[in-house]
C-alpha cells in the first residue's frame, strides 16, 4: 500500500445491548485474519437497517462483539488472502454477517462469501442502498415463498419465472428499501403484484411495477378482499409487521402462503380468520455472495434499481436512526463516508 493505515478510525457505537444510545467515537482498526477469508475494506457508504439496534438484544450475537451498526456497505479492498477473487484496490459491496460488528466505521471487515464486485454504474451511496434489501427480496422469491413446489431450495431465473408466472403477491410497505426490490424481482418473473404503501408513494410503487397500489391509509385488506374475493392473493410478503401483517392475512387465498421478513406471521393472525391450508413463514436472510452477483448483472442490465432516500454524515447518526425509526423512509438512509481522509490520530 502506497499510504499507511492511520492508527484509529471514526466508528458509530452502540453502547449496549439493552439501549439504544449511540455515540460517535474513535477505535482502531481492525486487524483481517486473510487465513479466515478476511478482508480489509475502507467503507466508502454504508446504511443502517430498521430495527437493527434492537437486535443484539433480542438476538445476542453469538460471541461478544463491539456493537456497530449497518450491515449494508460499499468500499475498497485494503488487503485480501492471496486466494481471493477480490484483491486490493477492488471495488466491492455487501451485506456483513451479523457475527461481526457493522460497517458504520472508516474500515470494516468482511469475508469472500458475503462479498460481491460493486457493479460499475453504481457510485458508492448507490451501491450501499443494494445489498440487504435486494437479497432479502431474492430469498423470499427464489428460495422461501414458494418452497413447497421447489422443496426449500433456491430457483434458478427460469425456473422461478416458471413458478411465479401468474401468480398473485401483496407486498407491504411496497416504497420501503426491501418492498421496492421485491415489487421490481415479483413483476420481472411475472407475478401479478399489488403493493402497500402511503398516499405520497403511489406513483413511485406504480412505477416499478407493481400492477395494484393500495394506500394504507384509506384502504382497509378485509375489507378490499372481502368485497373482491377474486383479488386474493397467492403469497403476501409482508415487510413491516404488527397491524399492516395482521390486516394482510384476509387477502391470501385458501392453500396460499402468508410470509413476513418483520415477525413469525401467526403472532398477529387475526381473530375470526378462517382461511384454510394458509402456510405462514418467517426468515432471517443471510448474505450470500452469488446472489448479489446474480443482482449486480441486473441491475447493469437495467433490469432492476436500488432507491436511496436522503444522504447523511456519520455525524448526523441520531437524525439518521430517528429518519429509520419513522418508518416513512422511500428506499434506503445511507450514510456517505467520502469526506473521511483517515486522518484520526
Known amino acids: ?94 451485506r456483513t454477517n451479523y457475527i461481526r460488528p457493522g460497517n458504520a466505521r472508516e474500515y470494516s471487515i468482511a469475508v469472500t462469501d458475503e462479498l460481491a464486485h460493486k457493479p460499475k454504474s453504481l457510485s458508492w451511496v448507490q451501491a450501499a442502498a443494494v445489498p440487504v434489501s435486494a437479497q432479502t427480496a431474492w430469498q423470499v422469491l427464489f428460495v422461501h415463498a414458494l418452497a413447497s413446489a421447489g422443496d426449500g431450495k433456491e430457483m434458478d431465473l427460469e425456473a422461478a419465472k416458471l413458478a411465479w408466472a401468474g401468480k398473485r403477491v401483496l407486498i407491504t410497505a411496497a416504497s420501503g428499501g426491501v418492498g421496492i426490490w421485491l415489487v421490481q424481482l415479483a413483476t420481472l418473473l411475472g407475478a401479478e403484484v399489488v403493493g402497500t404503501c402511503g398516499s405520497r408513494n403511489v406513483e413511485l410503487v406504480r412505477s416499478l411495477g407493481a400492477k395494484e397500489v393500495l394506500d394504507y391509509q384509506v384502504v382497509d385488506l378485509k375489507e378490499w378482499a372481502t368485497q373482491s374475493p377474486s383479488d386474493k392473493v397467492d403469497v403476501v410478503v409482508d415487510c413491516v409487521g404488527g397491524k399492516a401483517l395482521g390486516d394482510a392475512w384476509w387477502t391470501v387465498k385458501d392453500g396460499g402462503v402468508v410470509l413476513s421478513i418483520y415477525q413469525p406471521p401467526l403472532q398477529v393472525c387475526p381473530d375470526g380468520f378462517e382461511g384454510k391450508s394458509v402456510k405462514d413463514l418467517f426468515f432471517v436472510m443471510q448474505p450470500e455472495r452469488r446472489q448479489l452477483e446474480e443482482i449486480s448483472k441486473l441491475i447493469e442490465k437495467g433490469l432492476c434499481r436500488g432507491l436511496v432516500d436522503s444522504i447523511w454524515p456519520l455525524e448526523q447518526y441520531e437524525e439518521v436512526f430517528k429518519r429509520l425509526d419513522g418508518g416513512h423512509a422511500k428506499g434506503k438512509i445511507i450514510f456517505d463516508l467520502g469526506e473521511y481522509t483517515s486522518n484520526v490520530v
Open 1 to 94: 500500500m502506497s499510504n499507511p493505515l492511520p492508527p484509529k478510525m471514526h466508528s458509530i457505537i452502540q453502547q449496549t445491548a439493552s439501549s439504544k444510545a449511540l455515540t460517535l467515537t474513535t477505535t482502531p482498526i481492525p486487524t483481517p485474519n486473510h487465513a479466515e477469508g478476511e478482508h480489509l475494506i475502507q467503507i466508502k457508504a454504508c446504511s443502517p437497517c430498521a430495527g437493527e439496534l434492537l437486535w443484539p438484544k433480542n438476538f445476542p450475537p453469538p460471541t461478544a462483539r463491539t456493537l456497530i451498526p449497518c450491515p449494508d456497505m460499499a468500499g475498497i479492498v485494503i488487503s485480501a488472502p492471496k486466494d481471493s477473487p477480490f484483491q486490493p484496490g477492488d471495488e466491492v459491496y455487501s
